[in-house]
């Protein structure tokens, strides 16, 4: 699948009045090399199927910018339902509620962030990640959401398990594997991010997916992958093979993490160095006492509250270097993409203040 094969428009309507004439317009102008375009119309003139022509016309991966959750989600229904045959995928913020770490000097008090995670969402933001790193045909509709930081995408990619019928497999060992793609193996009822094994059933339900997958094992290996109903278990589908993703976002190696770990501490020791050269001994000791307390975190359990501070170091990138965003992952699907953003003057208001910030 590739170029204008890519993407398939499905409608009962066709362009009409002004459309055809502002579609041939756009298409002329990027196939010229021109890098921004502007389509303007009034409400309800048709611009959301304009830009699905465009689209399919062009046969690249896109990423479709909004404001806001709303108007992102309608977008995101429309281009659902114009191409139900390709990835169309939503990609914003899963918090419901979100209070930010703050520390008050004059009480010398913490107050440690709060947050509540949509769990719809989350799984939405697993599907489009899963989707660019696995195929080319993807729209991703989302809000500034997708300028924030996310693995790089190769770990992503790397991270993976893949499962095919007629493949020689030991159960065990996949199970293993699960485990240290961080899923949760459990012998009682699963959830999203589960594994369990009985017998020769494997059972794996993805974070991104509505529906766990079953693996049917016999003495050659793998008999049959099915996609089942999440309650009863009735298969939906048989697929021939299953691409198993990891169960978060952030995955780094052993020898990554041990080196992300010594990195935290130079660094550590150099801010505390900076303090008490600047005579503020109170920073020193909250900056040590913190950092510390996330250190004995992430060599007991593997992470820590806020760890996010630290993804330059897990990412191993040089300072000020740009963190990897979802944009990292759509330049890896493809050398080219594209760009649409609704309401753009309203969008800019949203990521002047933070473009340039991790």
């Avoid at 009034?42 to 991966?61: D, H, R, Y």
């Avoid at 299953?242 to 150099?270: C, N």
């Avoid at 649409?340 to 003057?345: D, E, K, M, R, V």
């Amino acid at each position: 699948m590739s170029g204008v094969d890519m993407f398939h428009l499905h409608s009962e309507y066709a362009t009409a009045g002004d459309q055809e004439q502002a579609i041939s317009t756009l298409m002329e102008q990027i196939e010229a090399g021109q890098e921004r375009c502007i389509l303007m119309g009034v409400t309800g003139s048709g611009k959301t199927f304009a830009m699905a022509n465009i689209i399919e016309q062009l046969g690249l991966p896109t990423l479709i910018l909004s404001h806001n959750k709303t108007l992102a989600r309608q977008l995101w229904q429309e281009m659902s339902e114009l191409f139900p045959k390709n990835a169309v995928e939503y990609f914003v913020s899963y918090y419901d509620y979100y209070q930010p770490e703050a520390y008050l000097p004059g009480r010398d008090l913490y107050i440690d962030k709060e947050l509540q995670m949509n769990e719809r969402i989350e799984q939405e933001r697993f599907s489009t990640v899963a989707s660019l790193v696995s195929r080319p045909d993807v729209i991703a509709v989302g809000t500034v959401s997708v300028i924030y930081g996310l693995n790089p995408p190769e770990v992503f990619q790397q991270n993976h398990i893949r499962l095919e019928v007629g493949q020689s497999a030991d159960p065990q060992q996949i199970v293993r594997d699960l485990v240290g793609l961080q899923y949760r193996r459990i012998t009682g009822e699963i959830t999203r991010g589960d594994v369990r094994l009985r017998g020769e059933v494997l059972d794996v339900w993805m974070p991104s997916r509505d529906d766990p997958i079953r693996v049917r094992f016999g003495w050659d290996g793998i008999e049959r992958i099915q996609v089942c109903e999440a309650v009863s278990w009735e298969p939906l589908d048989e697929i021939e093979e299953a691409w198993i993703h990891p169960r978060q976002f952030y995955m780094t190696s052993e020898d990554k993490f041990g080196k992300a770990v010594e990195d935290i501490e130079i660094e550590l020791d150099e801010r505390i160095d900076y303090f008490h050269s600047k005579g503020m001994e109170l920073e020193a000791h909250r900056i040590e006492q913190r950092t510390k307390f996330d250190l004995e975190m992430l060599n007991e359990v593997g992470s820590c509250k806020g760890v996010e501070n630290y993804s330059r170091h897990f990412d191993g990138r040089k300072k000020d270097e740009r963190a990897y965003c979802l944009m990292a992952a759509l330049k890896n699907t493809s050398s080219s993409w594209m760009k649409a953003t609704s309401l753009y003057h309203k969008l800019v208001e949203c990521t002047a203040a933070i473009i340039h910030e991790n």
